[in-house]
């Protein structure tokens, strides 16, 4: 079968299953673009990122994707007018206005697709199908942007399409999406650090000599300016652009998101409350603060009773020290086969020690890596780990009874499809190790002296007791937040399951940050 119309078999099928899960719950997300739509729509330009809308979900992305909107609202006026009515749209809930959001989601996951076309239409069949039914098919999405509702998949599809130009080794075209992409979206801007770093060893390439490297260098330099002149110019030129990073970056936020996403600092918080609990038992005062982790109402810090405040420059310093090993490997040897790992692994720090991270951010990294994850066994152990635990953070977001049995089935229906797709990929084979045994009888009888022969051992693709006790450890937590705790607890301590949920998957990714960190040091 032509790899092509393969390809749009896959994205078929997922698109029967999200067209199903149209009439499924939405968040508050959904009517936040659907303000944006009727913001775009109704109001001219210089006026987006004011506040002088009846609606409290103002526009808050960079410019391309409000022009993305702009884009889409044309057409949802044609569907319904009311769609992108400035006052009358509010809160609206027609067929109408529910159906061409989630279509349009549907389509814009093309780019996802020819993103992930790109990448893979060199690989050999089995790996290939084996990415598409990771990718095209990733529960993490469906639960993100087809039932929660996002635009990550044309996003990510961004992302992807640059990294495919990287590794052609077409730097220039590759650094033009990726300053395109972080013209949608800021929050990708994690690996910009990472692509710095690669495309002034990689594409400059100072060795090649100082004229060669110089003109790179401004071509390079004129393709970013350019792709920001166009996303923020209108703005600079309306005087707006102090109120449109004000919106991109609302620092005023709390450390940590509603839910809080599973990483770094759920264990310092918790050690904090810990420490406070404890001091207070001892005799010590200690305060408890009265502003929040998660909400508007902290300024440029969050409240910690005992350890020091963490800032949003602390996250960022400490963001950068995570990454540091990444990019002094990156300096060192820039090869174009590494960039994905170092891209992934950029994610995950910036998800990890970031600054009120959205759980939804898991994606940036789990997308990206289910690519490396058929190139040895090791990632793909590795994959299946993360995955699986990626996708079971995600659950909290769909909280509603009807939905329940759907993500069930979607996590279970990718570990069963990861399975089989790894356990075709890594099939039973023969690995050579040495083992010491004794030399000759003579050698045994005066020393024992040992020399190495060669003995076969069975790989294949499967999971430690460890991991494998891991895993079970998620559905002793689900069983406890969704069941237990309702029976056991009745209406108290009502945050304990999420609490759980976070806490426990948190492990899960520290424990992929640190395998990624090794794989890379590790790496010639």
Not at 351 to 363: D, I, P, R, S, T
Request: glycine fraction near 6%; include cysteine.
């Amino acid at each position: 079968m032509d790899i092509n119309i393969e390809l749009l078999w896959f994205f078929a099928v997922s698109a029967c299953v999200k067209l199903l899960l149209i009439p499924s719950y939405h968040s508050t997300d959904f009517e936040v673009h659907r303000n944006w739509l009727s913001i775009t729509h109704s109001l001219p330009l210089s006026q987006w990122y004011l506040n002088d809308t009846p609606s409290p979900w103002t526009l808050d992305y960079p410019p391309f994707f409000a022009y993305f909107e702009r884009f889409l609202s044309y057409f949802a006026n044609l569907t319904d007018a009311q769609i992108v009515h400035l006052h009358n749209g509010l809160n609206y809930k027609a067929n109408s206005v529910i159906y061409f959001q989630r279509i349009t989601v549907i389509l814009s996951d093309l780019l996802l697709l020819y993103g992930i076309f790109k990448l893979t239409i060199k690989f050999e069949p089995l790996k290939r199908r084996l990415i598409w039914v990771l990718l095209v098919w990733s529960p993490g999405l469906i639960i993100v942007d087809h039932v929660h509702f996002q635009y990550n998949g044309f996003l990510l599809g961004c992302l992807l399409l640059s990294v495919s130009y990287l590794v052609e080794g077409r730097d220039l075209i590759g650094g033009f999406y990726f300053a395109v992409l972080l013209c949608f979206k800021h929050l990708f801007a994690v690996a910009a650090p990472v692509y710095f770093v690669y495309l002034l060893r990689h594409y400059c390439c100072w060795k090649a000599g100082f004229v060669k490297a110089f003109g790179r260098l401004s071509a390079l330099g004129f393709v970013v300016v350019a792709v920001f002149t166009a996303a923020y110019g209108p703005f600079v030129y309306y005087g707006q652009i102090e109120q449109v990073l004000r919106r991109m970056f609302p620092f005023g936020r709390g450390l940590c998101h509603a839910y809080w996403a599973p990483n770094f600092w759920v264990f310092y918080i918790l050690l904090d409350k810990g420490l406070a609990v404890f001091l207070r038992k001892l005799g010590f005062s200690i305060q408890t603060p009265a502003a929040s982790f998660t909400g508007g109402l902290v300024g440029d810090s969050s409240p910690f009773a005992v350890l020091p405040q963490i800032t949003p420059l602390t996250t960022f310093v400490a963001v950068l020290l995570a990454l540091s090993p990444c990019l002094v490997k990156a300096w060192k040897n820039p090869q174009p086969r590494m960039v994905l790992r170092w891209i992934s692994y950029a994610y995950t720090c910036g998800f990890l020690f970031g600054w009120h991270v959205h759980e939804k951010a898991v994606l940036h990294f789990v997308i990206p890596l289910a690519i490396v994850a058929v190139e040895s066994l090791d990632d793909a152990r590795h994959y299946f780990l993360l995955s699986t635990v990626s996708c079971y953070s995600l659950f909290p977001l769909l909280y509603e009874v009807q939905e329940y049995p759907v993500k069930v089935l979607l996590l279970l229906l990718h570990c069963t499809l990861m399975w089989f797709g790894f356990s075709a990929k890594f099939p039973k084979v023969h690995a050579i190790t040495k083992s010491t045994v004794p030399a000759s009888k003579k050698d045994s009888k005066s020393k024992s002296k040992k020399s190495p022969n060669p003995v076969a051992l069975e790989r294949r693709f499967s999971v430690g007791w460890v991991i494998k006790t891991y895993l079970l450890g998620l559905v002793v937590v689900e069983v406890y937040a969704q069941f237990l705790h309702s029976i056991l607890l009745g209406d108290k301590f009502p945050f304990v399951p999420l609490l759980s949920i976070s806490i426990y998957c948190a492990f899960g990714i520290m424990y992929s940050w640190m395998w990624q960190l090794r794989m890379i040091v590790k790496s010639a």
